[in-house]
């Protein structure tokens, strides 16, 4: 079983950058692929980021391409979303979520675990 653990959350400003992290336990973390999704209040979860076993592929969602950057460290068995130019449309509760290969990482229900989330806020 595989626990997840965000961090990094908080209220910011417009134009702010925060750094998300989340610490994975309980598993080889080298054999997960990994996301950050988020939700809006009254919208559906929607796919943020997602980076591939071996880091080498990356996917980026529209809204966030060329602001927001995802990496990981195998080594520290966590991986980061770097949140850059911070807009208060970017407010929601992240998730990371962990998936056994690396098939489809844009879609959510690929994912085997989930963390708790943790809340952005971007104030106008």
């Known amino acids: 079983q595989v626990q997840l653990v965000e961090s990094g959350g908080g209220l910011v400003q417009t134009g702010d950058s925060l750094r998300l992290s989340c610490a994975a336990s309980?598993?080889?973390?080298?054999?997960?692929?990994m996301g950050w999704f988020r939700q809006a209040p009254g919208k559906e979860r929607e796919f943020v980021a997602a980076?591939?076993?071996?880091?080498?592929?990356?996917y980026l969602s529209d809204p966030v391409k060329g602001r927001f950057t995802i990496s990981r460290d195998n080594a520290k068995n966590t991986v980061y979303l770097q949140m850059n130019s911070l807009k208060p449309e970017d407010t929601a509760v992240y998730y990371c979520?962990?998936?056994?290969?690396?098939?489809?990482?844009?879609?959510?229900?690929?994912?085997?675990?989930w963390g708790q989330g943790t809340q952005v806020t971007v104030s106008s």
């Open positions: 979520a962990a998936q056994f290969g690396d098939s489809y990482l844009r879609t959510s229900a690929q994912y085997h675990y």
């Open positions: 309980g598993g080889t973390f080298s054999t997960y692929a």
């Open positions: 980076i591939s076993r071996s880091a080498i592929i990356k």
